[in-house]
């Protein structure tokens, strides 16, 4: 079956440094990918959706500028939290879509000290 | 717009039981139905879903959901509960066709399923 593949799992850095995370998809092309944030105990909340070569589609109240998104291929999308500070904390997840299927990563746990 | 609604937060049964846990949705025309559950620091696995066709789906691990249209329905159930199907469950919804074209899932809140032994 269809497989992402989501880098790193976890990653602790300090604040106001950047971090990417990634996502791959394995065995298929995706031209969309979505991100999705998830709080403790939440369901997911959709940050952007991310289309191959062009612009990422940003849900409302989410910070463009903040979280960078790129889809240079058909099988990465990137994340990258700009100038990370203690509430951007929390746990990230990625998901690619074919033949009306999604599937997810395994997630990124970010945590800023 | 599209909703998913899991009305309870936590399901407990004991193991050998019939669980279900339970989702209604709101969606314009025909809706694409999934299941996903999630285990802790863990993304979302995939478990079944409904596009088309026989309303009684069946999905890994010996999940099923039954597609209810007149309900607006789309519960999940498994006949005999093992412990280790303890976890977070969601039920997503979209839309067939999505005017914007970025055919977006939507989640339900989610439900934690607890399977005592």
């Known amino acids: 079956g269809a497989v992402v593949s989501q880098h790193p799992s976890w990653v602790i850095c300090k604040s106001g440094t950047s971090v990417k995370i990634e996502c791959r998809s394995l065995?298929?092309?995706?031209?969309?990918m979505f991100w999705y944030r998830q709080f403790p105990k939440q369901s997911l909340m959709l940050m952007a959706t991310?289309?191959?070569?062009?612009?990422?589609?940003?849900e409302q109240g989410v910070e463009k500028d903040k979280f960078l998104i790129n889809h240079a291929s058909l099988t990465l999308s990137t994340l990258t939290v700009t100038s990370a500070h203690p509430e951007d904390s929390s746990f990230y997840i990625c998901?690619?879509?074919?033949?009306?299927?999604?599937?997810f990563g395994s997630g990124t746990r970010l945590t800023v000290v | 717009a599209q909703s998913v609604a899991q009305p309870e937060d936590q399901v407990n049964v004991a193991e050998g039981n019939p669980l279900t846990v339970k989702c209604t949705y709101s969606?314009?025309?025909?809706?694409?139905l999934f299941w996903y559950v999630q285990y802790p620091n863990r993304g979302l696995q995939f478990l079944l879903k409904?596009?088309?066709?026989?309303?009684l789906v069946k999905g890994s691990y010996g999940f099923e959901a039954e597609f209810n249209k007149s309900q607006t329905s789309f519960h999940l159930k498994k006949p005999s509960a093992l412990v280790s199907d303890s976890a977070l469950y969601f039920c997503?919804?979209?839309?067939?066709?999505?005017?914007?074209?970025?055919?977006?899932?939507?989640f339900g809140k989610g439900t934690k399923l607890s399977v005592i032994p």
């Open positions: 998901s690619a879509t074919e033949n009306y299927g999604y599937t």
């Open positions: 997503a919804v979209r839309a067939t066709f999505d005017g914007a074209g970025s055919y977006q899932l939507t």
């Open positions: 409904y596009i088309t066709g026989d309303n």
């Open positions: 065995d298929f092309q995706a031209t969309t």
């Open positions: 991310s289309n191959e070569g062009s612009k990422a589609t940003y």
């Open positions: 969606v314009s025309g025909n809706p694409y």
